[in-house]
């Protein structure tokens, strides 16, 4: 009997279609390794699109309408998400369905059709001069790597790096006796940033008496600067928490977080004349009207400045 006989006699099965599942692992994986994204970008894709997946529950990718789409936006509305979360989410979701247009499951990516919510221009929250001096004190010999928290506190403000920049930081791109560092931004652009001499004092405190035996622990040489009691490289989730520690003991407010610092970094540049362009370059944004929201100054300067120059103030 001839193959083509047999197979009219015995067709396939029909193949099981995949779940929305099985397209995100799919999605996360081309941005992965064909798109070459960061780590952290493709976490956050995973993470939003979860999100979808819970208003979609069993509705068909393929028959959403606009109508549907902009439910989901109201949907994301309730959930009590800032203007920045919920405009991340819709370029998730513009990601994901240009994506699945390529794989043929859309003929068209609906979407596009989607506008972002307008993200109001918010003062970032910042700490004053003497509010970030206390917190870079925190760390004490009380502390069972002040040293190395120490270090990890200079470096987030001196140079207004991501905590994601600071955790992959190696030894060999910090030059302490020029007095720089190059961080690996996002997609892995690399940029020079200044460290000044607070910072250098402590990271050598650091690497003389704490890494050496942080080394060791982890069985041989490690490129990390900051590494963990292990010896491994200190985690971005584990800055959050060593920052969230030093913040309450210096009083400052409990929605201190790593980026707070870098707000306070740019901030104080500014105002303290630096121009918008080197800034931007420090920080890493592609744009300059991303650095734009760090050109507001406190009220209390502005009334200075009133009160001082103003005939009738």
């Known amino acids: 009997m001839s193959k083509n006989r047999l197979r009219a006699l015995c067709p396939k099965p029909p193949q099981p279609k995949p779940t ?7 999605f996360l994986h081309y941005a ?9 970008t493709v976490a956050a894709y995973g993470r939003d699109l979860k999100r979808f997946f819970a208003w979609l529950q069993g509705r068909s990718l393929s028959t959403l309408t606009i109508r549907d789409l902009a439910d989901y936006t109201t949907w994301l509305h309730a959930q009590s ?4 979360s919920l405009a991340r989410h819709l370029v998730s979701l513009k990601v994901f369905f240009r994506y699945l247009q390529l794989e043929g499951v859309l003929e068209e990516n609906r979407a596009e059709l989607l506008g972002s919510p307008k993200l109001w221009q918010r003062v970032p929250k910042i700490l004053s001069p003497q509010q970030v001096d206390g917190l870079l004190n925190s760390p004490g010999p009380r502390d069972p790597f002040w040293r190395r928290d120490r270090a990890l506190l200079e470096l ?7 905590a994601s920049e600071i955790s992959t930081l190696r030894v060999q791109d910090v030059y302490l006796e020029e007095g720089y560092c190059v961080c690996h931004g996002k997609g892995d652009k690399q940029r020079i940033v200044p460290v000044g001499e607070r910072a250098v004092a402590a990271i050598r405190a650091y690497m003389q008496h704490d890494r050496p035996m942080l080394e060791h622990r982890a069985g041989g040489p ?16 584990r800055i959050w928490e060593l920052l969230k520690r030093y913040a309450g003991r210096a009083g400052a407010p409990p929605t201190v977080g790593p980026h707070t610092l870098r707000h306070s970094f740019a901030t104080h540049l500014l105002e303290g004349g630096a121009d918008l362009r080197q800034v931007q370059e420090m920080l890493g944004h592609a744009t300059i009207a991303t650095t734009q929201i760090y050109t507001h100054v406190d009220i209390a300067r502005l009334k200075a400045v009133h009160k001082q120059f103003h005939p009738r103030a």
Not at 32 to 40: P, Q, R, V, W, Y
Not at 156 to 162: D, S
Not at 222 to 237: A, I, K, M, V
């Open 32 to 40: 992965a390794s064909e798109c070459h994204l960061a780590a952290n």
């Open 156 to 162: 987030l403000y001196a140079t207004g790096c991501r």
């Open 20 to 26: 929305s599942q099985a397209w995100l692992d799919a």
């Open 81 to 84: 998400l800032s203007p920045a």
């Open 222 to 237: 490690t490129p990390w600067l900051l590494l963990s009691y292990r010896g491994r490289r200190l985690r971005r989730e």
